[in-house]
């Protein structure tokens, strides 16, 4: 008789670990939260204040200027994003040529000071001492542990320039057509875009509590209380505003 050999059973607390977080450093997703919030508000925003100035009876004037605002906003946002992060990304790569230029002219005062970061930590002085060795003994490797624990900055996962400008760009412009698209199809009040935008802020800072702590209808009530609050100040200037010239 043949005995099959049998693996052992695995203990109640043994588990196979197979857990990944996804990239949160890419450099897509805080400008695309940011642009699809900020694209909703400030044309949101800027309609009420437009249908205030001009006591809602002007919807050509509104529809203008949403698509005038959803334009200038969404190349603007995209600007500002590729530039403030390849300017980010151009300072970090400046440090790190720094690091890297201490690491060869220094080898044994680099590895002293990983060594050191490292029983900061709690990790034990001989251990500490070994790991930061053993690193060392690739120079390449040693600037990318340096870069991460010095910096703050993973060589692997750099946000991009482009990426960050497109994401930017793409959200905002759609958060921006949803307050004007009422108007686009033949509104020719306030109330379709408000309950829109309201709709779509809620939908928003609940998409975004996904992400978050914080509970879904949490995250929604207040993006749209921030939302409404915006776009009824702006309303009430535009107000003001036209009457007086009026």
């Known amino acids: 008789m043949v005995v099959m050999a049998e693996h052992p059973p695995t203990a109640p607390n043994e588990q196979t670990i197979n857990h990944e977080h996804p990239n949160v450093s890419g450099g897509w997703l805080r400008p695309a939260v940011f642009g699809a919030m900020d694209g909703l508000v400030s044309n949101f925003a800027l309609i009420a204040g437009v249908v205030g100035g001009t006591q809602g009876g002007h919807s050509d004037t509104v529809v203008l200027a949403g698509l005038a605002g959803l334009a200038a906003g969404a190349f603007s946002m995209a600007a500002g994003e590729y530039t403030s992060v390849a300017s980010q990304a151009e300072y970090a790569a400046k440090e790190i040529e720094v690091e890297r230029l201490e690491i060869l002219a220094q080898p044994h005062v680099e590895q002293a000071e990983l060594a050191q970061m490292y029983v900061d930590r709690g990790i034990e002085r001989d251990l500490a001492d070994k790991v930061a060795a053993q690193v060392h003994l ?5 600037v990318q ?19 960050a400008a497109a994401s930017s760009f793409i959200a905002f412009a759609i958060g921006a057509a949803l307050p ?38 949490y995250g929604g009530v207040r993006q749209m209380l921030l939302g409404g609050m915006a776009a009824g100040l702006t309303f009430f200037i535009g107000d003001l505003v036209g009457s007086s010239l009026g």
């Open 138 to 142: 690739d120079p390449q490797l040693a």
């Open 145 to 163: 542990v340096h870069a991460r624990e010095e910096l703050g900055v993973d060589l692997e996962h750099l946000p991009s320039p482009v990426v």
């Open 180 to 217: 004007v698209l009422p108007y686009v199809l033949g509104a020719e009040t306030l109330w379709p875009a408000l309950v829109m935008s309201l709709a779509a802020l809620f939908a928003c800072g609940a998409i975004v509590s996904a992400v978050t702590t914080r509970t879904w209808w």
